[in-house]
């Protein structure tokens, strides 16, 4: 038995060398005063840590993405949320369309999708003012991290069996609406949680559809990491400052919502022919 469990070690020691190497080396870099032809830094500072979080650009970059991705989530759960719980307990034709909604992202590039949306706003006099606002910019990353909270709620309320949960609900005297906000969500509360996480996260580090709709004029903090990395005069070690930085705030939220979720297991992919 030990020796048919030493392949299996072996196996998960080499993959998590190769999920944490390239970590590592952004953060030694973050941290080096110098690195040349080395294994290793020929230095170690803060100042990178200190000098990037002092400069207003970055700042401003920060909380662009921060309030960006967090208005992307609340948009996200308020288009999905009731048109799911729909789906489950009334028509299951609004989970087939939303499913296949869920594909074009993967379908169509990022850039193409950008394009796409900026080309639609101004192609009528209405729209043409939100051309190349910050609105679009929302609308956009809304459509690109549609299937990733999608699919996590929708494992959820499969597990959950929200059907009978609102059954249950109408035969108490529960209306639809109050039992999606009293039954329902409580219930499918570590799906929620999981694909909020998911969306924040491509929100938070998607690039093309902030730099095609806006430029520079809305600057988010990947649209600056790539500046920064262009320009001669640029700060590359602030770039592993920022990554390392959104690499500990995104594994913090989602320690904190593996402990909200108390160790329950979650089906994270869709189920649709569970219509009953």
Partial sequence: MRRLDAPRWVLLGLWAAFLALPVAATLLYSLATVWRGRALPDG???AWWLNTFSEPRVVSALLRSGWLAAVTVVVVAVVVLPALYWGHIRNPRIRTVMQLCALLPFALPFVVLAYGIKRLAGASEFTQPWESSPLLVV?????LA????LWPVDGAMSAAGVRQLSEAAETSGASPLSTLFRVVIPNIRTGILTGAILTFATSFGEYSIARVITGSSFETLPVWQVAALQDTRGNPNGVAVMAIFTFL????VSVLIARTGRGQPLRLLPAIGNTR
Avoid at 139 to 143: D, I, Q
């Fill in 146 to 149: 549609f299937p990733f909270f």
């Fill in 44 to 46: 170690y500072t803060l």
């Fill in 139 to 143: 609308l956009g990353h809304v459509a």
């Fill in 249 to 252: 705030l995104m594994f913090v």
